[in-house]
């Protein structure tokens, strides 16, 4: 299993955390433009992050199986 897929899920983990702090302050201050932004960026990240575990876990699955 290639450990750089693990890294760059890490890295997208830390980088989802960053990004719902900021999130969060966005709304506390009521930057809504900043707020909807941050969202989207999210939301996108979090595909990524999606589509990435789901080939590390097909793969382990795979790797189990055989």
């Not at 899920?9 to 932004?37: G, V």
Request: charge should be negative; avoid cysteine.
């Amino acid at each position: 299993m290639d450990s750089s897929e693990w890294t760059e899920l890490a890295k997208i983990t830390a980088r989802l955390d960053e990004l719902r702090k900021l999130f969060d302050a966005a709304e506390d201050a009521n930057q809504i433009a900043a707020f909807y932004a941050l969202e989207a960026v999210i939301t996108e990240l979090e595909a990524t992050r999606d589509r990435l575990l789901r080939g590390l876990v097909d793969r382990v699955v795979d790797q189990a199986a055989a």
